[in-house]
């Protein structure tokens, strides 16, 4: 209750806030970014802008919605909008990310802003000692989730669902669903709570569903048939894993964002334990790593690939040459890390 005071307190006494979140926002990110903007914005009257390390995915541009035009911006199309506008900021919420770190392009004038920082974020092992005030919980959902729990308490909606504004409402339940692969996995009890809330209160979740899965380009659907048919490749240790070199991606036109859910398609195959997907950046591969119950996911990604993440879902980064010595040897590197992974278990 004191953390939900303090907060109050915070937002009231507040002339211009900043929103962060990590880098190549995914739904959680946008959803619980857009949700908070939405509500500062909206129901508190605030000067509020979302920054953003990185440009909207296609795919999810639809989150932010018409309500926010001119409120979001990221540092990729702006950098320097972005800078002036955090180092102008009297306070900052960083989401869904569990240190400055994870906000790339964003760390250097987050952690040089005199601004009051406060977090909210359900990934371990967070940085509370960069923020003033800290909302953290792993056993939950989401971001999203964690968000609208707290905004719950909030007096201005006092557990009223309904009293939310709309765009809000509508961006954390997308954030809930995508977090979640639509309910699959890191659901309890309280995420099927904060959905009924939500559809009660009149959020459209056929409409999100429509806007989340049935709207890629032809693209995606070639290019996930070609990854699952032509690179997807399963140890016998039950490693599955893919990649996807800058050759592919210029292949089948990829866009950011239109990979989404590959990593976890193996995981279907029976005795695959744990699935690996890499995307080839400039020096560095993006890796996703996804596992079911009984195989850390965090633990190969943490161990193995400079990150870190969720029991079962985690990600991290390879760079070249100082992890590996170019792209063509990451096939290698993931069959040797991920057998001495499995080896004893």
């Not at 509508?170 to 009890?189: I, R």
């Not at 209160?201 to 995606?220: H, K, S």
């Not at 990649?243 to 590959?262: A, C, M, P, V």
Request: hydrophobic share 40%; aromatic share 10%.
């Amino acid at each position: 209750m004191d953390n939900i005071l303090n907060l109050h307190n915070l937002i009231g006494a507040a002339s211009r806030i900043s929103i962060a979140v990590h880098t190549h926002p995914d739904g959680d990110a946008l959803g619980s970014g857009t949700g908070l903007l939405t509500i500062l914005a909206g129901t508190f009257g605030k000067d509020a802008m979302l920054v953003l390390p990185d440009r909207i995915p296609d795919t999810l541009s639809f989150i932010t919605g018409p309500e926010n035009e001119g409120r979001v911006i990221d540092f990729t199309s702006d950098p320097e909008g972005s800078v002036a506008r955090i180092s102008s900021s009297d306070l900052i919420f960083c989401l869904d990310c569990n240190s400055f770190s994870r906000t790339a392009s964003l760390e250097e004038s987050l952690k040089a802003s005199d601004a009051t920082k406060v977090l909210i974020d359900h990934h371990l092992a967070p940085d509370t000692g960069s923020f003033d005030l800290v909302f953290s919980q792993t056993e939950i959902s989401s971001t999203c989730e964690l968000l609208f729990w707290t905004m719950m308490e909030l007096p201005e909606f006092a557990g009223d669902a309904s009293s939310l504004p709309a765009r809000s409402a509508y961006a954390m339940m997308t954030g809930l669903t995508t977090d979640t692969n639509n309910f699959a996995n890191s659901v309890f009890p309280t995420t099927f709570r904060m959905a009924s809330l939500l559809i009660g209160a009149g959020v459209d979740r056929d409409a999100i569903l429509n806007e989340i899965y049935n709207n890629y380009r032809e693209n995606r659907l070639r290019l996930m048939g070609y990854m699952v048919g032509e690179k997807m490749k399963i140890t016998s240790d039950g490693t599955a894993y893919m990649i996807l070199s800058r050759y592919d991606q210029e292949k089948f036109d990829f866009k950011q964002g239109e990979t989404e859910g590959f990593v976890n398609m193996p995981l279907a195959v029976r005795n695959v334990r744990m699935s690996i997907f890499l995307t080839e950046e400039e020096n560095w591969f993006r890796v996703s790593v996804r596992s079911k119950r009984g195989t850390s996911a965090n633990l190969y990604a943490k161990t193995w690939c400079n990150g870190g993440g969720h029991e079962q879902a985690a990600g991290g980064r390879l760079y070249f040459p100082q992890d590996i010595n170019s792209p063509e040897d990451a096939e290698a590197y993931i069959l040797e890390t991920s057998h001495k992974f499995f080896e004893g278990r």
